[in-house]
């Protein structure tokens, strides 16, 4: 055990060293430029950018919960995550576990492709710790919330809420933003027009999150989670 502990601690010192590099060679005083002119870009293809003001707080709290707990915390990284990820990467002698935080997932969509190599993984980390700086939390989540993609060919929560209930980001319940929620980790898995009980089962899991999270009460997630989603015919 004790060989074990020293060899993760070298390893986390060596990538410490190595993410300190890649900051160096990944900046650009542009970046951040870039960053929001390709999500205002893809926004624009799939139904125009949705300003923070008119996404639905439940949702915001929502995504934070099920995606980056310590978003309003972190530096765009998720220090735990990344040692826990290092070790089963490292049993499995390849990289398996991803450990993204919300900043890391929108860097990686407009940078980065999905591949899953230590040096994709590590440009993702240095891109998130500088657009961390760059820009603000509500910058940050504005623009991951107008990017992302929740299935059925939506790109961001403003086309999804048509996508799915045929109506405004601004218009959705509590119960269709728990929903939504649930689609970023496998938008197809979870697509209710699919799949009614297995993104009700995701749903659940949201909710759940945010009671841990302290979001919600008990109560009130069951409120929720009875509560009728109004699904749209679908396509």
Not at 90 to 98: E, P, S, Y
Not at 120 to 128: F, M, N, P, T, V
Not at 160 to 168: L, P, Q, T
Request: charged share 15%; net charge neutral.
């Amino acid at each position: 055990m004790k060989r074990l502990l020293i060899g993760i601690v070298v390893v986390f010192v060596v990538v410490t060293g190595v993410i300190l590099f890649y900051l160096a060679s990944v900046w650009n005083p542009t970046l951040p430029a870039q960053l929001i002119g390709r999500v205002h870009a893809r926004a624009a293809a799939h139904g125009g950018y949705t300003p923070l003001r008119d996404i639905p707080v439940f949702l915001q709290r929502a995504i934070i919960a099920t995606e980056d707990r310590q978003f309003y915390h972190n530096e765009g990284i998720d220090l735990e995550g990344i040692a826990r990820a290092m070790v089963v990467d490292a049993i499995h002698l390849r990289a398996v576990q991803g450990a993204s935080t919300i900043t890391e997932q929108l860097v990686k969509d407009m940078f980065l492709s999905d591949q899953k190599t230590l040096e994709r993984k590590l440009r993702q980390i240095a891109l998130a710790l500088l657009i961390s700086h760059a820009l603000s939390k509500n910058e940050i989540l504005s623009l991951y919330l107008n990017e992302v993609y929740l299935g059925q060919g939506a790109y961001g929560v403003g086309q999804a809420a048509h996508v799915y209930f045929d109506r405004n980001a601004d218009q959705l319940t509590p119960a269709q933003c728990a929903l939504l929620a649930g689609l970023p980790q496998a938008p197809s898995a979870y697509d209710p027009l699919a799949d009614l009980s297995l993104a009700k089962a995701r749903q659940k899991e949201v909710l759940d999150g945010m009671v841990s999270a302290g979001d919600l009460s008990a109560s009130a997630a069951a409120a929720v989670y009875n509560a009728p989603l109004f699904l749209s015919p679908g396509p």
